[in-house]
């Protein structure tokens, strides 16, 4: 019984030793790419990014047979339905009823989950981009939002629901009350 004790042992501290890491030989530091050429990815990268972002937006507006507006900034959005009310100003408060999901369908929030969505038009409260909708729509109105990643949550999402990059449909509703 002591040979295999001495046997154990044995292999136990050759199993030990055998595990060590060896002393790895010292990297040479890289040299940092410069400001222009990081800048110069950066660009690329984007403008990868807004491409294919522009391609699906464009196959969901086909997909759905929607007739939308586009803006200077890239929002795009059609009146689903005219309201009566007057035109909506910086400024004003609004409530909203409204879904909002991503291109690809997924439901994120909504007005039934989460209750109406009220803020100040141009107070920077809501997404840029649902802020500067509501300055070509009017109280009443239905309509349908699609902002681009740019205008909504950017590079990082929400960090609840929304992911990164994500563009953005609106089903919305402006309640008529002021």
């Known amino acids: 019984?002591?040979?295999y004790c001495k046997y154990l042992v044995f292999l136990l501290l050759l199993s030990v030793?055998?595990?060590?890491e060896k002393p790895q030989k010292p990297q040479k530091p890289q040299m940092p790419i410069s400001k222009n050429e990081m800048k110069s990815s950066m660009e690329t990268a984007n403008r990868y990014l807004l491409v294919e972002e522009e391609e699906d937006i464009a196959n969901y507006i086909k997909r759905h047979g929607?007739?939308?507006t586009t803006t200077g900034t890239g929002l795009r959005y059609q009146i689903m339905r005219q309201g009566t009310e007057k035109q909506i100003e910086k400024g004003e408060r609004v409530d909203l009823e409204y879904e909002v999901?991503?291109?690809a369908g997924d439901l994120f929030y909504s007005s039934e989950k989460d209750g109406v969505k009220s803020f100040v038009v141009g107070e920077g409260e809501v997404e840029s981009g649902l802020d500067?909708?509501?300055t070509y729509l009017h109280r009443g109105d239905?309509?349908?939002l699609i902002i681009p990643f740019h205008l909504a949550y950017g590079l990082h999402?929400?960090?609840k629901c929304i992911p990164e990059y994500?563009?953005?449909v609106y089903t919305i509703k402006i309640m008529d009350n002021q």
């Open 66 to 68: 929607l007739e939308m």
């Open 17 to 20: 030793f055998s595990c060590e």
């Open 166 to 168: 994500a563009t953005l």
């Open 1 to 3: 019984m002591n040979k």
């Open 157 to 159: 999402g929400d960090d």
């Open 142 to 144: 239905e309509a349908k």
């Open 132 to 134: 500067e909708a509501m």
């Open 101 to 103: 999901g991503s291109i």
